[in-house]
Structures are given as C-alpha cells and as structure tokens.
C-alpha cells in the first residue's frame, strides 16, 4: 500500500510559478513509478507527467513540455511538480499517482494509488 499526500496549490496569477509536492508513506516509494495528473472543471483527468523509479527518465504531456519540470526525491519519499509560466488553462485539481509495477507508462488505469488533489488556480 502506498499513501499519497498532495500539497503546495493555490492562487497565483498568469506567469508565476508554483510547485508542488507528494508525500509518500511506506518503505517501497523508490519501486514505484510516479505521475502527476490534473482534471480540469468540467473535464476529464488527463496526463501531466511522469518520472521513472530512480528520477533518469521524465515524460511530460506537450501542453506542459517546456514549462512543467517532474522531479523525486527517493530518500524524502517525495515527487515534486515545479510549474513556471502557469496559465489560465493551467488551472485545475493536480494529482499525484503511484504506479508499483516500475513500468514507465502515461496512462491512468496504470496507476494504483492516488492522492486526494491540491487545487492550482491561475487567475488572468
């Protein structure tokens, strides 16, 4: 079992930066491969980014590519979202993900545990 823990949203404004944090409990953290997801109001949940068990390999969805960097910390059992040039688009309930199989895959149904969200609203 792995207990997710989201926090680090809010608002900010176009063009700021935000970032965001997963706590992880249990000793497996580094076996999992990690994602982050995001459901805009009225939406369905989409893919934002995912990083590998030892953090070598990242994927980004292209609508974040460039402006959203993934990154963990294996001893603090911690994933992390640094999101610069936040937009309007931006905005929505971000979710971190953990997926035990270690595979490196982008799609939800892969993802075992889920957080419960932290809010991320970017004002125009």
């Known amino acids: 079992q792995v207990q997710l823990v989201e926090s680090g949203g809010g608002l900010v404004q176009a063009g700021d930066s935000l970032r965001l944090s997963c706590a992880a409990s249990?000793?497996?953290?580094?076996?999992?491969?990690m994602g982050w997801f995001r459901q805009a109001p009225g939406k369905e949940r989409e893919f934002v980014a995912v990083?590998?068990?030892?953090?070598?390999?990242?994927y980004a969805a292209d609508s974040v590519k460039g402006r959203f960097t993934i990154s963990r910390d294996n001893a603090r059992n911690t994933v992390y979202l640094q999101m610069n040039s936040l937009k309007p688009e931006d905005t929505a309930v971000y979710y971190c993900?953990?997926?035990?199989?270690?595979?490196?895959?982008?799609?939800?149904?892969?993802?075992?545990?889920w957080g419960q969200g932290t809010q991320v609203t970017v004002s125009s």
């Open positions: 990083i590998s068990r030892s953090g070598a390999s990242t």
């Open positions: 993900a953990a997926d035990p199989s270690g595979m490196f895959r982008a799609y939800q149904s892969a993802y075992n545990y």
């Open positions: 249990g000793r497996t953290f580094s076996s999992n491969t």
